[in-house]
């Protein structure tokens, strides 16, 4: 079955930092691309950040530039997002995705596979 689970959100002040980590079953990691992305109260779901399998190629939405870096385990089958610098407008539920084998980095949600259920990254002022 396929499984993505995400772990490491929470409360933190503004300018702090956060590690978010996806934990993909055996089956799920044989993937091709992934990525996270975030969903903040009333608003649609947006992309923050991708990576290709190998993790040389790495793609972020412009607003989290230089503060987010994504990287992957695949040995552990982990992908991770480290925040830093926090914002209260990073203020979302983020979810980790995937893609199938011998996909490349994509910035739009409707070509990601899989999906986790989501965590809770809250910034406070």
């Known amino acids: 079955q396929v499984q993505l689970v995400e772990s490491g959100g929470g409360l933190v002040q503004a300018g702090g930092s956060l590690t978010l980590s996806c934990a993909a079953s055996?089956?799920?990691?044989?993937?091709?691309?992934m990525g996270w992305f975030r969903q903040a109260p009333g608003k649609e779901r947006e992309f923050v950040a991708a990576?290709?399998?190998?993790?040389?190629?790495?793609v972020y939405t412009d607003s989290v530039k230089g503060r987010f870096t994504i990287s992957r385990d695949n040995a552990k089958k982990t992908v991770y997002l480290q925040l830093n610098s926090l914002k209260p407008e990073d203020t979302a539920v983020y979810y980790c995705?995937?893609?199938?084998?011998?996909?490349?980095?994509?910035?739009?949600?409707?070509?990601?596979?899989?999906w986790g259920q989501g965590t809770q990254v809250t910034v406070s002022s």
């Open positions: 995705a995937a893609r199938r084998p011998y996909t490349t980095t994509s910035r739009a949600a409707q070509n990601y596979d899989y």
């Open positions: 990576i290709s399998w190998s993790g040389a190629n790495t």
């Open positions: 055996e089956r799920t990691f044989s993937t091709g691309a």
